[in-house]
């Protein structure tokens, strides 16, 4: 008797849930059949107060991003070395963070040693110029000489009345004017092998003088070397504080002694995957945002895309499967204001892959959702119901990719229950 009266207790409570939950039930179904009249007398109160308004599409311009990261960095960062075929560090010239402007002196290396050899070849260089004076003094002096000796002529005899004393007198003469030319012809001879002498040592002086002044320019130019100027404009960092005066580098070492970052405009870098690239080329537009710079954004356009990948290795799960290697492809950007942004800063590129113009109306337009939209149009002065394909979404407009025209005319903002057939007059 316990037993049969415990069972039929236990069935009871099990009705009264169940009852109590079709009750619930019941409830909230009516309640939200009640908010739905409520809305849909709304509306139609709306639809009988609030004239329809009639709008013409219009055309926008539709854009399809693709977004991708990348890094702000300097656009270009000189590396100095340390040189150890030129011996010691003399000077450093610069600090960290100084900014230097182009062909500004960093550092230089020690130089007594061609310094002195430049002394010398600048000394020789001046006794060869003084030969070259003297020899073209000697040589000038040498061609009057000569000048001179073939200018002289033999004088005149005195006239002899006597026959006898005529012919003996005409012998002397002549053998005087023999004698004489004979000696003048020695004397412009022994002046004319000067002379060449003289031309032989001046041409050997000329080439001293060319000698030594290339010399001279050459350990000029290598003076100049042993001070390091930047190349470039921008700010010094990366100072290597193990490299001062007094150091040298041990043969064939790279050793950086400082790095210039340029102040040229920065840049971003990144990396892109195959499908990426394979939509991203340079000269596209792009709009950067930053999340260490709140609602701010910057415009750009993409600078390279690197035709060469690099390869990245991903790791194993499990010992059963291969390692794959993906493919990057570097880009660099360009942006036309880094005000806000720094060197390091992450940022989140959105590429404007396409642009094209299409038919919009406005979102409110719009009616349905999913593959159900529908606007209402004027058709022959009544209101009809268009159904219609929607594509993307730009600001408060909404593309039209089928089911009106371009002279179509449409309600801006229909209520949920519009009066299809609803007579319009223009």
């Given amino acids: ?60 311009n539709f854009t399809k991003t693709k977004t991708v990261s990348g890094r702000v960095v300097q656009s270009h960062a000189e590396t100095i070395y340390v040189n150890a075929t030129k011996g010691s560090i003399q000077e450093i010239f610069v600090k960290e963070g100084e900014t230097v402007t182009k062909g500004q002196k960093l550092f230089s290396y020690e130089g007594s040693t061609v310094a002195a050899e430049l002394g010398q070849a600048e000394v020789n260089k001046k006794l060869a110029e003084t030969s070259v004076t003297q020899m073209k003094e000697q040589i000038t002096s040498l061609e009057q000489d000569i000048r001179e000796a073939e200018s002289t002529t033999t004088p005149d005899t005195p006239d002899t009345p006597d026959i006898t004393d005529a012919v003996d007198s005409v012998d002397s003469v002549d053998s005087v004017d023999s004698a004489n030319i004979a000696t003048k012809a020695i004397t412009i001879q022994s002046l004319q092998a000067e002379l060449n002498k003289s031309k032989a040592e001046l041409r050997t002086a000329e080439l001293n003088v060319e000698k030594n002044t290339l010399q001279a320019e050459k350990l000029k130019a290598e003076l100049e070397t042993l001070t390091v100027i930047s190349n470039t404009a921008g700010v010094i960092s990366n100072l290597n504080q193990n490299v001062g005066q007094g150091f040298r580098a041990k043969e064939n070492q790279q050793l950086a002694i400082m790095q210039i970052a340029s102040n040229d405009p920065f840049q971003i ?21 930053s999340k260490v710079v709140a609602n701010k954004k910057w415009k750009g356009k993409i600078a390279e895309v690197s035709n060469y990948p690099t390869y990245k290795t991903t790791a194993k799960k499990d010992k059963d499967t291969q390692q794959e290697t993906i493919p990057y492809y570097s880009f660099k950007a360009s942006i036309d204001s880094q005000k806000g942004l720094y060197p390091g800063y992450n940022t989140t590129l959105d590429v404007i892959v396409q642009s094209k113009q299409l038919l919009a109306v406005p979102e409110t337009s719009i009616m349905g959702f999913g593959k159900s939209t529908y606007v209402y149009v004027q058709k022959k002065g009544k209101i009809q119901k268009q159904k219609v394909e929607t594509g993307q979404n730009e600001g408060k407009w909404v593309a039209i990719l089928k089911g009106l025209k371009e002279e179509d005319k449409l309600v801006e903002n229909p209520s949920w229950i519009v009066r299809i057939g609803t007579l319009l007059f223009d």
């Fill in 269 to 289: 870098e990144g990396k892109l995957t195959e499908a990426e690239k394979a939509k991203i080329s340079s000269g596209q537009s792009i709009t950067v945002t």
């Fill in 1 to 60: 008797m316990e037993t049969a009266k415990r069972i039929g207790i236990e069935n009871e409570q099990v009705r009264t849930s169940r009852q109590k939950k079709w009750i619930l039930l019941g409830i909230l179904i009516l309640l939200f059949i009640s908010v739905m009249l409520s809305i849909a007398v709304i509306e139609v109160k709306k639809s009988k107060s609030k004239p329809l308004v009639l709008i013409n599409q219009t055309e926008k």
